[in-house]
């Protein structure tokens, strides 16, 4: 996530760490190259022009205040800066009404219906909702097909009225029907065009009017930047939306979308995509977005998605299978499950402090695991259970099903090995013992 921006801002920062002090021609300098690090970003020329001397002024101001080196006080303001111009404060959506109606709005491929299915499976699993997804989508047949089919995935019930060419009539058919089936949050998906058209602002509009929803989201895809501001804008003017959604961070993304979105149009970004599957949602919190994207990783959102994704069932049932020697490669494929749920590796890398910097230009792979998997996959289940019976010719054969090297068999029976004694050492109270193999 915003790599070159990342990048190109710590080497603007680099300018002040060998400096004793902080002058206004350092102070210059670098803010300069900050500057230049967020227009490159695709960051509207305002924003980064204000933005550069309000961090000037703050320098300048702070220098003589502070115990911090000119360097550290830098960072500090410039993310300061940043979380303040995202936002400050994250905040949520209105879910007072009964039910409560969400109306989603943005171009078509923006990610709005992706997102909401994956806004229905949130609410229904973090906040114990019963929601009812509405297709409101006249025009192409195949978009009420793909959120039929989003809500199939996620067990969500949905809407839809195809020999119906009123949007306006569909969405209220939806929330009527929400009543009576008992649904406490209704989503609607709308259509979208590949530009800002009239006929659609009207529809929306209209759709707006009728139905008055609790929450109007506004849905843009950050890898247009720029474009990404100045649709929200035209959306703005016509819906005074309530938030937005900011989709495809996952990928190659610059980031100026993420920084001029809320200064342009005053609205808070709510949430965030951070890929296909349905898991792929975050909420957004300014601070935390400002520390990634200044290389300072996302601990705190590392460690949550961990404990989201901590099955206490399962781990006792290792617990146990660990005491009995009997932990065998099926509970170790369950394992790297539990990890692949919390997202892709080069996301989750990219939340440890430095790392991103440490990883940059490495290619890690979307899927990191799959070689291991396809290793396991190819032994049968009682040489997952009993990984001793596996004997060189048994490898032979599991490295040929799996299209891997034997070296590479080799190479996980051995980790698996370790992991294994590690873990019961864990286990028994051996910390002691732990600590013994680690300095000897
Ligand atoms: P709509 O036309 O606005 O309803 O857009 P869709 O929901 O159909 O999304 C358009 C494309 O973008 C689809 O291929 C989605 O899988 C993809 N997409 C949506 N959200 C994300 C995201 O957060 N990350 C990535 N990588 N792809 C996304």
Redesign the pocket.
């Given at each position: 996530m915003f790599d070159n921006l990342s990048d190109k801002l710590d080497k603007a920062l680099h300018v002040l760490k060998g400096h004793g002090q902080i002058t206004e021609i350092n102070v210059a300098e670098t803010t300069k190259e900050v500057r230049r690090a967020l227009l490159d970003a695709d960051v509207n020329f305002k924003i980064a022009k204000e933005f550069t001397n309000r961090v000037k002024e703050k320098a300048l101001g702070q220098n003589v205040l502070t115990t911090l080196q000119p360097g550290q006080l830098m960072v500090k303001i410039v993310k300061d800066e940043l979380t303040e111009l995202m936002g400050g404060e994250s905040e949520g959506i209105n879910l007072s009404g009964n039910p409560s109606v969400i109306l989603m709005s943005?171009?078509?491929?923006?990610?709005?219906?992706?997102?909401s299915g994956k806004l229905a499976n949130f609410l229904k699993t973090k906040k114990s909702k019963n929601p009812l997804l509405v297709a409101c989508d006249v025009y192409r047949p195949a978009?009420i097909d793909?959120l039929h089919v989003v809500g199939e995935q996620i067990n969500v019930p949905v809407y839809s009225d195809r020999e119906n060419n009123d949007p306006v009539a569909i969405a209220k058919a939806g929330i009527a029907k929400a009543k009576a089936d008992g649904n406490n949050v209704v989503i609607i998906?709308t259509a979208?065009r590949l530009a800002v058209d009239e006929k659609m602002m009207n529809e929306i509009s209209d759709i707006h009017k009728a139905i008055n929803p609790q929450e109007t989201l506004f849905?843009v895809d950050s890898m247009t930047g720029q474009d990404a501001v100045n649709t929200a804008k035209a959306f703005n003017d016509v819906l005074n939306f309530d938030g937005v959604i900011l989709?495809?961070?996952?990928?190659d993304t610059r980031g100026g979308a993420a920084i001029s979105i809320k200064s342009v149009v005053n609205k808070p970004i709510k949430f965030i995509?951070?890929?296909?599957k349905m898991e792929?949602i975050d909420i957004f919190y300014p601070s935390r977005m400002a520390d990634r994207i200044l290389g300072m990783g996302d601990v705190v959102s590392l460690v949550e998605r961990a404990q989201e994704q901590f099955d206490e069932e399962e781990a006792r049932k290792i617990q146990k299978k660990i005491a009995k020697n009997k932990f065998g490669f099926d509970d170790f494929l369950s394992q790297i499950q539990q990890i692949k749920k919390m997202g892709n590796m080069k996301d989750l890398m990219g939340m440890i402090p430095g790392a991103g910097k440490a990883l940059k230009g490495l290619d890690i792979d979307d899927d990191a695991f799959k070689h291991i998997e396809a290793i396991i996959y190819s032994m049968t289940p009682d040489e997952r259970s009993n990984p001793s019976k596996l004997n060189a010719s048994r490898k032979k054969r599991i490295a040929k099903g799996s299209g891997r090297e034997v070296q590479e068999v080799n190479q996980l029976l051995k980790q698996f090995d370790q992991m294994s004694k590690m873990m019961k050492m864990m286990q028994g109270g051996g910390g002691k013992k732990m600590m013994q193999m680690m300095s000897g």
């Open positions: 943005g171009l078509q491929g923006s990610g709005k219906t992706t997102f978009a793909q998906d979208g849905v989709t495809k961070l996952d990928g995509g951070t890929g296909e792929a």
